[in-house]
């Protein structure tokens, strides 16, 4: 067995000190490159995850304090260089980097990420032509975003007021470094809130800002400031970076612009050129309206010459006036002296009261002469009949007798229509009693159906008038079921 005596004995505490101590005086601040992965944020505002190569792996954490200024959000899978102090985990006898500072490593890594986004967005079709909205023609207030202390905004300035003079509103911003992003998807909603009452709500927004590198543009390819412009109420232009650069704003934007100039340009028409063109237009319509008014009188003068000689009928009108009124003058004295005529033909035609009288006293004579004459017949054909009825009485055979003959002979009368009638009431009722089969409820029950009545008896057609517990009554074709209702699963027997 090895003898050491002279080796200096550690407990673990004291040998893990030593070694943190070690790693922290020996590296202190360290930048490393690696890949982001085994992210996780916990509730407490740290962030822990671990960065990998090829050949290795350092666990990374980044303190809540630290978090907000670390410049970008950790994501996994993302490469990147972390700038921070090398210690170690004595519990666990592990060594750890404390981020600082991130950065993406390299403008492959910048473009990954961009693409990735790119990608993301465009399945949810934030970037279709069909969310594109037109620009007003002459808008009233004109908002910009973009830096105060820039040319950008002094260009735009500039353009407008060469332009067409026009209200600008400004909502100075960052355009690059930490917390761009979060400061311009703001600046953006809070136009689109901006009260009309009391500052004016723009009518166009401009986000602007000069060239730089991929780095430098990287907060208009921020995914917060991109959702800002897809729900932003107002028609939005971008001018970021210069004509060859491209953001993620520029594909979700309503129009991009190459420079800020030309977005000035595209947001305010040209005053006089606008002049122009209302006196080129203000001419035609003048030209127009003298050619329309020439061809109207053209075609009056047409339809005059076509016009009849009014004053010729006028006064044959007037002749025709004349002569109907000396007609009517005349005509009117005719009519009465026709109608006297008429009148006196009719009197003479007219009986006297006198000779009506007469003529119905006469009538009546008549009439009490034929009575009187017929009046003795008539007493004996009664005396014959009640001769003959007595007879009947004293002999009841000669009655009887009589009335055989009578029978039969009704009997006779009788006997050839019954059987017809037999037969034609016989044919009705077969008629009638298969249309009644027809439309019993009888003969739907046998078809396989079933007939629900409540204890009144009264028929249920509707499941919800039913109430839980109620006795119901199921009647078949050859017999009744009685029921009970159950509360959710309709019936069941008792």
């Known amino acids: 067995m090895l003898d050491l005596p002279n ?26 490159r690696g890949e982001i992965t085994e992210l996780k944020a916990y509730g407490s505002g740290h962030q822990y995850f671990a960065l990998k190569d090829e050949g290795a792996k350092i666990r990374a954490i ?25 210690t170690s985990y004595p519990e666990r006898s592990e060594y750890q980097l404390i981020v600082e500072r991130l950065e993406y490593a390299g403008a492959g890594a910048l473009l990954a990420r961009i693409e990735a986004l790119k990608i993301r967005l465009a399945a949810e079709g934030l970037f279709d032509s069909t969310r594109k909205r037109p620009l007003p023609m002459l808008p009233r207030v004109i908002g910009v975003v973009t830096s105060a202390q820039g040319a950008v905004l002094q260009d735009i300035k500039t353009t407008i007021a060469r332009r067409f003079p026009t209200r600008i509103l400004l909502w100075p911003v960052p355009v690059q470094g930490e917390g761009a992003a979060e ?42 400031v991109i959702r800002a412009v897809a729900g932003c109420a107002i ?68 339809a005059g010459a076509k016009l009849p000689d009014l004053p010729a009928i ?7 006036l004349d002569d109907r009124g000396e007609r009517l003058a005349l005509a009117l004295p005719n009519f009465v002296s026709g109608r006297h005529r008429q009148l006196d033909s009719a009197a003479n ?33 009664a005396q014959k009949r009640l001769d003959g009825a007595a007879f009947l009485l004293l002999h009841p055979g000669a009655q009887l007798a009589t009335r055989r003959n009578g ?33 019993s409820y009888e003969s739907v029950l046998a078809r396989g159906f079933a007939l629900v009545t409540n204890a009144k008896g009264t028929a249920v057609s509707s499941a919800a008038k039913v109430s ?6 199921i009647r078949f074709a050859d017999g009744e079921v009685k029921v009970k209702a159950a509360p959710m699963q309709g019936v069941l027997p008792f």
């Not at 550690?10 to 922290?24: H, N, P, Q, R």
């Not at 311009?184 to 800002?209: M, N, Q, S, W, Y």
């Not at 839980?468 to 009554?473: E, N, R, V």
């Open 468 to 473: 839980p517990g109620a006795d119901l009554k």
């Open 349 to 381: 035609r007219l009986r006297h009261p006198r000779e009506i009288l007469l003529a119905r006293r006469h009538d009546l004579a008549v009439l009490e002469h034929r009575v009187a004459a017929a009046w003795p017949g008539f007493l004996r054909a």
């Open 407 to 439: 029978l039969a002979l009704l009997a006779q009368r009788l006997a050839a229509p019954v059987p017809a009638l037999r037969r034609e009431s016989r044919l009705r009722l077969e008629s009638l009693s298969a249309r009644l089969d027809a439309v």
């Open 62 to 86: 980044i303190w809540k304090a630290t978090a907000p200024r670390v410049g970008l959000k950790p994501e996994n899978g993302v490469e990147v260089i972390a700038t921070g102090r090398i």
């Open 183 to 224: 400061k311009i998807a703001a600046a953006i909603a809070g136009f689109c809130r901006l009260p009309t009452a009391e500052i004016p709500r723009p009518d166009v927004l401009i986000v602007a800002r000069g060239g730089g590198s991929l780095e430098d543009l990287m907060a208009f390819n921020d995914e917060a």
């Open 235 to 302: 028609p939005l232009i971008s001018a970021v970076g210069h004509e060859t650069d491209t953001t993620l704003i520029d594909l979700v934007s309503d129009r991009r612009a190459p420079t800020p100039t030309a977005a000035a340009e595209m947001a305010i028409p040209a005053r006089l050129e606008l002049l122009a063109d209302l006196a080129q237009k203000t001419a035609r319509l003048s030209g127009a309206m003298s050619r329309i008014a020439a061809g109207a009188r053209l075609l009056l003068d047409r």
């Open 7 to 32: 080796t200096p004995e550690f407990s673990v505490s004291e040998l893990a000190g030593a070694v943190k101590k070690t790693l922290e005086g020996a590296f202190g601040r360290v930048r490393v």
């Open 314 to 320: 006028l006064g044959a009108a007037r002749q025709r």
